[in-house]
């Protein structure tokens, strides 16, 4: 992390002991999360909530490590709540337009919503829940939230099936560069190339339902 340890500002130290676990000093736990997004005034249903658990790079659901809060906050040099509410808002908006950093959130949301040590695929109905947390909530994939609708159907009604990160990381690369350059044809999809097969069952559910030529 550092060769030089952060010297950690007393305020924040205290603030980080408000949330933190009874049982686990070390961590922030469920509990803990909630009382700090009431406090932030962050819905815990909003994108923004996603975005602090990203930045302070939380290893589950409803998780926080006392290494990285501790960490995370001093290097930024801010020592209060309302710090943190503004520093927060500000990264939430820029991920409008700030597509790599984008990118990095929509990829650390797999890892963040595995369940178990060791879990390897993504309960398809909490893949939907967060695709739609993240793509439907940003305007530059509006012309393909139609698209994105039908894949959300197809998943729930036909795919029913745990997916995996490739899956999870492809798909968003097909949005991007397929469905978005053409919403209503995927005119550049390859069947050839390397997509996940579940991007093929799809394609294949959209033509036997005629709903792309």
């Known amino acids: 992390m550092n060769s030089k340890p952060l010297k950690i500002d007393a305020k924040l130290n205290a603030i980080y002991d408000k949330y933190k676990d009874s049982n686990n000093e070390n961590k922030i736990d469920i509990n803990g999360t909630i009382a700090y997004l009431e406090d932030l005034d962050f819905d815990p249903e909003h994108p923004i909530s996603l975005t602090l658990a990203f930045f302070l790079e939380a290893p589950s659901m ?3 490590t006392k290494e990285k809060f501790l960490y995370k906050w001093q290097k930024d040099r801010i020592n209060s709540l309302s710090g943190m509410r503004d520093f927060i808002l500000k990264l939430h908006n820029s991920l409008e337009t700030n597509d790599s950093l984008f990118q990095e959130l929509y990829n650390f949301t797999f890892g963040f919503l595995m ?3 060791g879990q390897r695929l993504l309960n398809y109905e909490l893949a939907v829940d967060y695709w ?3 793509l439907m909530n940003k305007k530059e994939f509006e012309p393909c939230y139609t698209r994105l609708e ?3 159907d197809f ?3 036909e795919y029913k099936r745990g997916l995996s990160n490739d899956t999870w990381k492809m ?9 978005l350059k053409d919403p209503s044809n995927f005119e550049d999809y ?4 390397a997509w996940p097969s579940v991007i093929d069952e799809y394609i294949e559910y959209l033509k036997e339902n005629k709903l792309l030529n």
């Open 62 to 64: 409803g998780v926080f």
């Open 115 to 117: 369940e178990v040590p």
């Open 132 to 134: 739609k947390l993240l």
């Open 150 to 152: 039908q894949w959300f």
């Open 155 to 157: 998943i729930m009604n």
């Open 171 to 179: 798909f968003f690369l097909f949005i991007k560069t397929i469905a």
């Open 190 to 193: 390859d069947e050839m190339s």
